[in-house]
T-cell receptor, first 114, second 113 residues
Framework: DTAVSQTPKYLVTQMGNDKSIKCEQN?????MYWYKQDSKKFLKIMFS???????INETVPNRFSPKSPDKAHLNLHINSLELGDSAVYFC?????????????FGNGTRLTVT | AQSVSQHNHHVILSEAASLELGCNYSYGGTVNLFWYVQYPGQHLQLLLK??????LVKGIKGFEAEFIKSKFSFNLRKPSVQWSDTAEYFCAVKPGNTGKLIFGQGTTLQVKP
């Protein structure tokens, strides 16, 4: 019944490892996003995909690579994890009517890099 | 660059007190405005949104917000808060014809019973 679901909910890993976070939405939306929430709760957009096509790519290290196999899924792969990558990562989705569609968020993935 | 500023970082109120959280944005064109709430340990949920028309919009749980174009502001209000309103509140703006939602830094609201 969950609209936007992310897995895993918690991810604890060591520096240098590679990890992935998965996201799926069943709302019929055609646009999906990844946001990063830092320790001060600030939310910043990382990527946005519309119908599997990358449309927003903020200044994010190349170690972060989103992949969208279809419009209902947007996964985030992170290579060579660093301490500064520790954060909560939120997936979201919306209709692609540019400006009016609100985003629906997943429950977040708390990534801790040790 | 487009930005959103929330003036109050941490607000502590007693139950039944009135609430107003400030939000200002920097963008000269058409904007669509949102307030989201994040309860402890949960995801962000939409409280209310403004696209056009009546600048006073009502959302869920008794919240409302007023868009004042001349002040580039979209302040959130509630006449009487409850303990269950304890949460993080985020103002967000979608400028013009972009799909990019820009968030303010958030306000932590703590309501004491």
């Amino acid at each position: 019944d969950t609209a936007v679901s992310q897995t895993p909910k918690y991810l604890v890993t060591q520096m240098g490892n590679d990890k992935s976070i998965k996201c799926e939405q069943n709302l019929g939306h055609d646009t999906m996003y990844w946001y990063k929430q830092d320790s001060k709760k600030f939310l910043k957009i990382m990527f946005s995909y519309n119908n599997k096509e990358l449309i927003i790519n903020e200044t994010v290290p190349n170690r972060f690579s989103p992949k969208s196999p279809d419009k209902a899924h947007l996964n985030l792969h992170i290579n060579s994890l660093e301490l500064g990558d520790s954060a909560v990562y939120f997936c979201a989705s919306s209709h692609h009517d540019t400006s009016k569609s609100p985003l629906h968020f997943g429950n977040g993935t708390r990534l801790t890099v040790t | 660059a487009q930005s959103v500023s929330q003036h109050n970082h941490h607000v502590i109120l007693s139950e039944a007190a009135s609430l107003e959280l400030g939000c200002n944005y920097s963008y000269g064109g058409t904007v669509n405005l949102f307030w989201y709430v994040q309860y402890p340990g949960q995801h962000l949920q939409l409280l209310l949104k403004y696209f056009s028309g009546d600048p006073l919009v009502k959302g869920i749980k008794g919240f409302e917000a007023e868009f004042i174009k001349s002040k580039f502001s979209f302040n959130l209000r509630k006449p009487s808060v409850q303990w269950s309103d304890t949460a993080e509140y985020f103002c967000a703006v979608k400028p013009g014809n972009t799909g990019k939602l820009i968030f303010g830094q958030g306000t932590t609201l703590q309501v004491k019973p």
